[in-house]
């Protein structure tokens, strides 16, 4: 059983910082991608930024130049780091994982999310 665990989130003040963090636990054999997808009420769930195991990077226009996405591999944990924080970043933020369980077997994994609230 693997779970995806977040944390950090939390009230912030418009141009404020907040990192979260993402752990993976369980029978892994390795991780493919991690990435932080972001939702609000009545509106579908949209992609923040994801990373490969590698390194690659992938991040929505809106949080260019102010999110970075790491990953370390050896603690299965993904984190991302929040500057100049705005209001309309406030939502849900979900963990999201491709998983490999075994060498041939490969899941994806959702965490429940954390909230993130950028107000003054």
């Known amino acids: 059983q693997v779970q995806l665990v977040e944390s950090g989130g939390g009230l912030v003040q418009p141009g404020g910082s907040l990192r979260l963090s993402c752990a993976a636990s369980?029978?892994?054999?390795?991780?493919?991608?991690m990435g932080w997808y972001r939702q609000v009420p009545g509106k579908e769930r949209d992609l923040v930024a994801t990373?490969?195991?590698?390194?690659?990077?992938n991040y929505a226009d809106s949080v260019k130049g102010r999110f970075t996405i790491s990953i370390d591999n050896a603690k299965s944990t993904v984190y991302l780091q929040m500057n100049s924080l705005k209001p309309e970043d406030t939502a849900v933020y979900y963990c999201?994982?491709?998983?490999?369980?075994?060498?041939?077997?490969?899941?994806?994994?959702w965490g429940k999310g954390t909230l993130v609230t950028v107000s003054s």
């Open positions: 999201k994982s491709n998983i490999l369980l075994t060498s041939t077997n490969r899941r994806l994994y």
């Open positions: 369980g029978t892994i054999f390795s991780i493919n991608t």
């Open positions: 990373i490969t195991s590698g390194g690659s990077t």
